[in-house]
């Protein structure tokens, strides 16, 4: 076990991060809306950065079958969803997901689980604009069951699957690697927990998975006798064995039945960062902590305060990572959802964090991805039926109210964030030769060839979201990120 470390003064102690950078977020972009069940929904990008997002939405198996659909931003809106799961074949979903999703290239592979038929993964060639018939992972289980997959693609493009087997009073998490890109699995599955105690995960919780060069790494919550931490296992052989674990939960929750609750987790680094949640303390509070990815040695672990008070519930956490930049979303109250940031490392995260709500509605079951600079948020709004999105720029902050100016080549950019349809390029040395603007994606939304030290760059008819300007003189070039709002 490792030593409880939680502690609200060690994540308060650190944070510094509210002078130097800061978030810009756009306003809320509605994905999709219906009026049946939304599962969670996942976002995940592609090589280029573009986002993907999939849900699920529950049937009454009479008028209408379940069905996990899947859309991608283009030109500042999101396509038509399309199925993932082609007829007859029908997803088993729950409230919480029932789905995973991972990307390699232009390839997206989403696992899922079938009644009383096993585990299956639908491939799509095409960055996410079609699917084809699935593939087998797990069969159908003489006298036992599988449920709650995780998939995650290692350095060949090749789809690594874990899920729950149920079987003769045991429960384990099997994990299986395919070797043809998705099309088949390995025959011999292999035991996710085997390096845990207890021989026994949580009958109900979702597992993670990481891969990187031939290290697999599963996070779940186990079982030891009613003792539901969390831990993460390695496999340094891709998949093939999972001979090393470590607890990364200090906080001993002794619970007799499943909380269904299960861990995220993202790298950072040369480290694994968890996020969970926990009612050991008597209040449902998220946690995060840290390990080593190589020697699997367990950091520091921390609480998320609440300013909402000593009562407050929180819930369904995910986290992003990239580098030393992390962000942490988890619900609150039920209703709310809370983000935490860093630029720094775990140990920096900003507080209280930047929080979405909407009077009256129910925010819930968030997910987030991190790229270029930018936090990727999808998220449903159960009051209105609708799946959201948002993007935050993480962006440098000035002391002063000035414009942002690059010193070196005297030119400023203001407004920044552009709030008002306009915004001004000026240079105090040179001649603006060429002012471009492209979106996140490299399309180019506006061009001008001013030949003057100033010009106006008109943006009412640009979608809100975030862009790159490219600045050229007739010695210099300059790239600026630039907020529409």
Known sequence: MISKLFCLALLLSNLSL????????????????????ITAPSIALLSDGTPIVTWGVNGDFVNFSSQIWCSRLENGAFTTPVGVVQAP????LYGFGGFDVAISDSQVFVVFEQSAQGIFLARSD????????PSSVQGTVAGGYTLLAAVTVDGTSNPIVSYILYKDNSTNYLVRRSTDGGLSFNDDAVKGNAAAPGDAVCECCNSD????GDSVWLVFRNNN????????????????????????DATDWQLNVCPIAGPRMARSGDSLVTVWMSGASGKQRVYLSTLHAVTMQAGQQLEFPSPTGPETVQSQTEVAALGDTLGVVFVENSKE???HYSTKGATNLD?????FAIPDHTLQLPSIAFRNGVFHLVYVDATSGQVLYRQGLVKKTSPTNEPEKDSALDISVFPNPVETGVFWVKSETQELQEISLFDVFGKKILGQKPGVSEAAVPTANIPKGVYFLKLKTLKDELTRLI???
């Not at 095409?126 to 018939?133: C, I, Q, W």
């Open 209 to 212: 998975l990481l891969s990187s």
């Open 18 to 37: 509210a002078a130097q950078t800061t978030i810009v977020w756009s306003d809320s972009m509605v994905v999709d809306a219906t009026p049946r069940p």
């Open 351 to 355: 507080s209280p964090g930047t929080r």
């Open 89 to 92: 074949d029908v997803p088993l």
């Open 337 to 339: 959802l809370v983000f």
């Open 225 to 248: 006798q009613n003792l539901r931490d969390i831990w993460v296992s390695r496999s340094s052989d891709l998949a093939a064995t999972f001979n090393t674990a470590t607890d990364v």
């Open 483 to 485: 907020i529409v709002r």
């Open 126 to 133: 095409d960055a996410g604009l079609s699917f084809g018939g």
